[in-house]
Nanobody
Framework: HLRLVESGGGLVQPGGSLTLSCETSEFTVSSYAIGWFRQAPGKEREVVSCTSNTGDTTYYHWSVKGRFTISRDNAKKMVYLQMNSLKPEDTAVYYC????????????????????WGQGIQVTVSS
């Protein structure tokens, strides 16, 4: 059973930056595609960014493209989401999720496809 733990959230002013980290418990984390999702109050959970098991292919929601960067270090069992130029509309609970895969190169935007989820971490962008 894969365990995911997010860290790095908090309060930041508009225009500021945060880096979210997702620590995984699985030595074979390279067998998992990873996604970052977020959910704001009263809204559905939406994909922010996702990456294949190798990190070679990535996807970004149009609202964060050019501002956020997803990366992973399989050796350290870590996944990151660098968030720059943050806006108030980025305020949400952010979740790291993992999907077991048997082939390389694919990422997954649908949260319903993911097998494991972290507990979520709050990101608040406000002056």
């Amino acid at each position: 059973h894969l365990r995911l733990v997010e860290s790095g959230g908090g309060l930041v002013q508009p225009g500021g930056s945060l880096t979210l980290s997702c620590e995984t418990s699985e030595f074979t984390v390279s067998s998992y595609a990873i996604g970052w999702f977020r959910q704001a109050p009263g809204k559905e959970r939406e994909v922010v960014s996702c990456t294949s098991n190798t990190g070679d292919t990535t996807y970004y929601h149009w609202s964060v493209k050019g501002r956020f960067t997803i990366s992973r270090d399989n050796a350290k069992k870590m996944v990151y989401l660098q968030m720059n130029s943050l806006k108030p509309e980025d305020t949400a609970v952010y979740y790291c999720a993992a999907k077991s895969v048997s082939y390389s190169g694919a990422y997954f935007q649908d949260p319903g496809l993911y097998d494991y989820w972290g507990q979520g971490i709050q990101v608040t962008v406000s002056s």
